[in-house]
């Protein structure tokens, strides 16, 4: 099932095989042609954790080392992500076997880890830290075997399910004592591709595994060669690290090539079915099955309950003059006066078209599969760049709403623009990275990184909302059908269900309905090291909360005019963020019950990224409802005849 949902990228593949120039490829889709013995690079990409959250570079901890360190130039998103690719000291040839190979040190003389590198070891380990290696731009992966009963038959057979998880990890606990995986054995699959009979066969690499083991100094046997015997069987016991004194071992590896039928348009399948996607199937559907049946219902309601409405408003009989006015008519007059504080509204608006514009970018070019996973870092350096390129559509159109708002300091509007949310989320990761820094992790962003951000920022997306806030606030405001009244009404006493929070609560129920599987999933890539790759099925489920938050708003603010209460800007722009409510509860339940972290500050690292979560999906909700209810209430008052 997974082959059929990765078929864009092979679509892609297939048109850069067959064009006949090289000048142009599409970035991850390129394959790498090896030959027998050909070096296979392995490189090094960080070490992980979800009970820290705190990624550290490989050669934070006293593993061997080539004799020259070369680092990879990172993109924006690796950096963001904290990577750093470097080279390692294995030696890896193309379809050539390495039955055992001390990594470094002499065969003759272990590797000695001090008593502060011990510690630090040790402390990795029990904090279920993994390494993850990459070849040839593959992920390492440990398989994981498990076994379940067969219910269909009789006798019960348990069957086997194989599954991997990313990277291998760093060693395990046992009884209070600590062991480090001091031996890796490489197994990597290769495509042997169809070569004309004169030619010399050519490999690629289609998967990469790891099965790591524990072998303690004195049952592995050595040469003068840096070649090793592995122990047979169980007549080994495992490496331990004992941080209160230094610890002699052992580094050693193993390499076995095995041919494999996966086409190289396909080895990226094994890394995304690690998540049972039957469960994601059945849920999105059931997600759109009842998505849609709501909005249907709630969509023929309140059609028919227009209409009614419209219908006695136009209504001219003999008795005209003798009928009240009441209901959403009745507050014609005040519907469209400009709320408080509306250079502030708008501001926020045109954040929420920035982002608007950006997710449905992002989220349909990695639908075509142009930001697979295979493109490391490709999906953050892109969300990065559009974010910034799309302030001159949020400056345009909060121009074009201050304007109608009755809005005159244009200048200041369109800073507060470019500022506003760029500044919070700023600010907020600031403060998050100089706590990432006192960790001396790699996921703190570097000085010369956080100045490129800020150049981006005030080098581009401050210009160009300026520039769309120009023309925006230069074009006509929007056309409101009704004048409004010099005098306010005054508004009646509002019944409890119309209380701001309770309709926050009714209102995020729906659009949050729709994207609740979906969110399990991204939290799942966030936080756990996951891969997320259906950006199909994330495609479907924004359409499907751009609707519901949509019928939604149109619903709330509806039954807000009914009851004759005419400040909709403000509650409207609220209300319609309510499933960013529901976000954050989701968040603190999947800390509880899906996460263990204990220490203060991955707590903290967690807590101020999802805030800011919640803040953009509030923006990005509460925009879509705004404009939607915008447009309903000026299609309602246009309908009616009023003197």
């Known amino acids: 099932m997974a082959a059929a949902m990765v078929w864009w990228p092979r679509f892609l593949l297939l048109l850069c095989l067959t064009c006949k120039t090289s000048t142009f490829y599409v970035p991850g889709v390129a394959p790498i042609n090896f030959h027998q013995n050909d070096p296979v690079e392995i490189k090094a990409v960080k070490l992980t954790s979800s009970r820290t959250q705190l990624p550290y570079e490989y050669y934070s901890l006293p593993f061997c080392q080539p004799n020259k360190i070369t680092y990879k130039a990172e993109n924006l998103g690796e950096v963001l992500r904290g990577d750093r690719i470097v080279n390692t000291p294995f030696q890896v040839l193309m379809n050539s076997e390495k039955k055992c190979e001390v990594l470094c040190g002499q065969s003759s003389k272990p590797v000695t880890l001090t008593v502060e590198q011990s510690r630090l070891v040790a402390e990795r380990i029990t904090e279920d830290y993994y390494v993850h290696l990459i070849a040839d731009n593959l992920p390492v992966a440990t398989r994981l075997e498990l076994y379940s009963n067969n219910r269909d038959s009789d006798d019960k057979k348990k069957e086997k399910d194989v599954q991997f998880e990313h990277g291998y990890r760093l060693g395990f606990t046992d009884v209070n004592k600590i062991y480090l995986h001091n031996h890796l054995s490489f197994i990597l699959y290769y495509h042997r591709e169809d070569m004309e009979e004169d030619q010399e066969h050519t490999y690629r690499v289609v998967r990469f595994e790891v099965i790591p083991q524990s072998i303690r100094l004195e049952d592995l046997k050595t040469d003068e060669k840096s070649s090793c015997i592995l122990p047979e069987g169980t007549n080994s016991s495992p490496q331990e690290i004992d941080p209160t004194k230094e610890n002699q071992l052992y580094f050693t590896y193993s390499v076995h090539w095995e041919e494999s039928d996966i086409k190289w348009a396909s080895r990226w399948d094994t890394y995304l079915t690690m998540s049972d996607v039957q469960i994601h199937w059945f849920s999105i559907i059931n997600s759109v099955v009842v998505v849609f049946f709501l909005s249907g219902i709630l969509s023929m309601i309140i059609i028919r309950t227009l209409r009614k409405d419209i219908a006695n408003y136009n209504k001219e009989d003999d008795i005209e003059d003798t009928m009240e006015e009441s209901g959403w008519k009745l507050?014609?007059?005040?519907?469209?006066?400009?709320?408080?504080?509306?250079?502030?509204?708008?501001?926020?608006?045109?954040?929420?078209?920035?982002?608007?514009?950006?997710?449905?970018?992002?989220?349909?070019?990695?639908?075509?599969?142009?930001?697979?996973?295979?493109?490391?870092?490709?999906?953050?350096?892109?969300?990065?760049?559009?974010?910034?390129?799309?302030?001159?559509?949020?400056?345009?159109?909060?121009?074009?709403?201050?304007?109608?708002?009755?809005?005159?300091?244009?200048?200041k509007g369109a800073f507060c623009t470019a500022t506003l949310y760029p500044g919070v989320v700023f600010g907020i990761c600031f403060v998050l990275n100089c706590f990432i820094w006192g960790k001396h992790s790699s996921g703190a962003v570097p000085f010369p990184t956080m100045v490129a951000l800020l150049c981006m920022w005030f080098g581009i997306s401050l210009p160009l909302v300026y520039l769309g806030y120009y023309f925006g606030f230069r074009k006509q405001p929007y056309d409101n059908p009704v004048r409004t009244n010099q005098i306010p009404r005054q508004i009646p006493e509002q019944r409890w269900y119309m209380n701001r929070f309770v309709g926050i609560l009714m209102a995020g129920i729906l659009p949050f309905g729709a994207m609740f599987i979906e969110l399990f999933f991204i939290f799942s890539a966030i936080w756990e090291n996951q891969f997320y790759y259906l950006f199909g099925f994330l495609f479907l489920v924004f359409i499907i909360l751009v609707v519901s938050c949509s019928q939604i708003s149109i619903v709330m603010v509806y039954f807000q005019l009914c009851a004759e209460d005419y400040r909709w800007w403000w509650r409207n722009f609220l209300v319609s963020g309510g499933s960013a409510f529901y976000v954050l509860v989701y968040a603190i339940f999947y800390f509880v019950n899906k996460l263990d972290i204990v220490e203060f500050i991955p707590s903290l690292l967690y807590f101020g990224y999802t805030a800011l979560m919640v803040l953009s999906f509030w923006l990005l909700t509460g925009t879509i409802g705004f404009y939607a209810a915008y447009m309903f209430v000026r299609k309602i008052y246009a309908a009616v005849k009023i003197d």
């Open 331 to 411: 507050v014609h007059g005040d519907v469209f006066r400009p709320p408080q504080y509306p250079m502030i509204l708008s501001s926020l608006l045109g954040s929420g078209i920035q982002l608007f514009c950006m997710i449905l970018i992002v989220i349909f070019v990695a639908m075509l599969g142009m930001l697979s996973p295979s493109s490391r870092g490709a999906l953050m350096t892109t969300a990065c760049f559009l974010f910034m390129f799309m302030g001159v559509f949020g400056g345009f159109s909060a121009g074009r709403l201050y304007r109608t708002l009755k809005g005159h300091r244009w200048k």
